[in-house]
């Protein structure tokens, strides 16, 4: 079954409404890599110190290196459109 949701997600907490909202969306994300829709997911988390390291949720080598090659190449393409 090919997955109906983007690979690359961002949850921007400054705009989400409530705490719950985000812990719904890293819930389904956790979800789907559980139930093996999503084999692989990488996430980047944000510190309130200004700090960030990413999470590579499940998977074989191969496709965490894929999973965080992608959210990588959405970073660098979003950081890119942000400078424009």
């Known amino acids: 079954m090919k997955?109906?949701?983007p690979s690359t997600c961002v949850i921007d907490l400054e705009k989400a409404?409530?705490?719950?909202?985000v812990t719904r969306a890293l819930e389904n994300i956790?979800?789907?890599t559980s139930n093996g829709t999503r084999k692989?997911?990488?996430?980047r988390v944000h510190?309130?110190?200004?700090t960030?390291?990413?999470k590579v949720i499940g998977g074989k080598p191969e496709e965490q290196?894929?999973?965080l090659a992608?959210?990588?190449?959405?970073?660098?393409?979003?950081?890119?459109?942000?400078e424009e």
């Not at 409404?17 to 909202?21: E, P």
């Not at 692989?40 to 996430?43: P, V």
């Not at 510190?47 to 200004?50: E, S």
């Open 30 to 32: 956790l979800g789907k």
């Open 40 to 43: 692989c997911t990488a996430i």
């Open 3 to 5: 997955e109906k949701t």
């Open 65 to 67: 290196a894929e999973a």
């Open 47 to 50: 510190y309130m110190d200004g």
């Open 17 to 21: 409404r409530s705490r719950r909202q």
């Open 52 to 54: 960030s390291e990413v």
């Open 70 to 82: 992608k959210l990588e190449a959405e970073e660098a393409k979003r950081k890119a459109l942000m």
